[in-house]
Each structure stands twice: as structure tokens, then as C-alpha cells.
T-cell receptor
């Protein structure tokens, strides 16, 4: 979907290094979300944002931080990457008040921590 | 914590056979959504169900929301190879800013031609 892009698409990093993933939207949605997807676990919410500088934790937030300084950008930072954070990360946008069109997901970032 | 259980985890069918995946929640849902993820792709929104007992159809796909708003199903009639992928349900537990979607673990469908 052209309205939401993630970067990078793939990344390999070493254990203990910080990593930042970027999500950019052009749809002016108030809500943005970061999920991770792992085999057997489905999609799990890491953090979400409900406005500029307004963020909250999801169910698997330990080891992650987020920032949202502009409506269009939502950054996910792995403060000190661990092998357990090897995963596919998806950003999503969607308005909570009207979910008729559901969430729109980005193409994902495949992160490998070695 | 709150969970949405989805079964089966995998389903292998012959092309032309029907397919059904089921979702169950321990708590009443305000709505349920369904997504499809093609291999190597990202989840794509299919539909949202809001009303108790609601049934919606999209061509060969039929979606149902239970009377108690705790369960839902997706049925595909006469599967095709283009139906291959993982189907996720996602339940919203409550309205307002706390109503995050809770995803089921998905049902991976493979279709043998």
C-alpha cells in the first residue's frame, strides 16, 4: 500500500547494537502501530501511538522504545538488540474510531540479530 | 491476558474443496476483523463484523460473527490456488483508545492443484 512505507526492508545486525526501524505514512492517520510476527505467535503489538509524542506500550514492549515527533513518522528502536528480537516487524496505520477499513500494514522489515 | 484463539493452525486442501477457520474469544468483542497474508507478504484487511449474528459475503468467502460476539468464522467455498496464505482474525476488546486489536495466531491454508 503506497500510503505506508517501512525502512529498511531487511537488516542484519549484531547482538548488543541499537537498531532503529522507520515507518512513514502519507495518510495523516492519528494511530500508528508496531507489530512483530513470529512463527506460532501471529502478530503481537509492541507499541502504538495515538498522536505526536503520544505513545503507549503493547503486549511485548520490553527491549523496545518508540518515538513519534511528526504525524507521518513512527520510529521503533531496539535499544540493545538480542537474538530473541530476530523477527519480521510490521508497521500499521488505522483510525480507532472508525475501523471500517481495518488496519493498513506496511511491507515489513525482516530483522536478523546475529 | 486477553486472547483470541484461532483454529486450525494449518489446513491443507485439494483445489475445489471448502475451507473454514474459526476464532474464539473468552471475552465479548466489540468487533472482529479478518486479514489475509500471502506468503512473503503483509496482512491485508478483508472485512469487519460488528453486529451480533452478522453474516457477510465476499464472492466465495463467507464471514460470520457469533450471537454472543465471542466467536467468528471464515468459510471459503471451492478453494482456488489464489486462496493460499494465512488468514488472521483480530478482535477488538473495547472501544476508545484502549481498544487494541488482538490477533489470532492465524490459519495457514495450502491448496493443492
Amino acid at each position: 500500500d503506497a500510503g505506508i512505507t517501512q525502512s529498511p526492508r531487511h537488516k542484519v545486525t549484531e547482538t548488543g547494537t541499537p537498531v532503529t526501524l522507520r515507518c512513514h505514512q502519507t495518510e495523516n492517520h492519528r494511530y500508528m502501530y508496531w507489530y512483530r510476527q513470529d512463527p506460532g505467535h501471529g502478530l503481537r503489538l509492541i507499541h502504538y501511538s495515538y498522536g505526536v509524542k503520544d505513545t503507549d506500550k503493547g503486549e511485548v514492549s520490553d527491549g523496545y522504545s518508540v518515538s513519534r515527533s511528526k504525524t507521518e513518522d513512527f520510529l521503533l528502536t531496539l535499544e540493545s538488540a538480542t537474538s530473541s528480537q530476530t523477527s519480521v516487524y510490521f508497521c500499521a496505520i488505522g483510525d480507532r474510531g472508525s475501523t471500517r477499513y481495518g488496519y493498513t500494514f506496511g511491507s515489513g522489515t525482516r530483522l536478523t540479530v546475529v | 491476558g486477553q486472547q483470541v484463539m484461532q483454529i486450525p493452525q494449518y489446513q491443507h486442501v485439494q483445489e475445489g474443496e471448502d475451507f473454514t477457520t474459526y476464532c474464539n474469544s473468552s471475552t465479548t468483542l466489540s468487533n472482529i476483523q479478518w486479514y489475509k497474508q500471502r506468503p512473503g507478504g503483509h496482512p491485508v484487511f478483508l472485512i469487519q463484523l460488528v453486529k451480533s449474528g452478522e453474516v457477510k459475503k465476499q464472492k466465495r468467502l463467507t464471514f460470520q460473527f457469533g450471537e454472543a460476539k465471542k466467536n467468528s468464522s471464515l468459510h471459503i467455498t471451492a478453494t482456488q490456488t489464489t486462496d493460499v496464505g494465512t488468514y488472521f482474525c483480530a478482535g477488538q476488546m473495547g472501544g476508545g483508545s484502549q481498544g487494541n486489536l488482538i490477533f489470532g495466531k492465524g490459519t495457514k491454508l495450502s491448496v493443492k492443484p
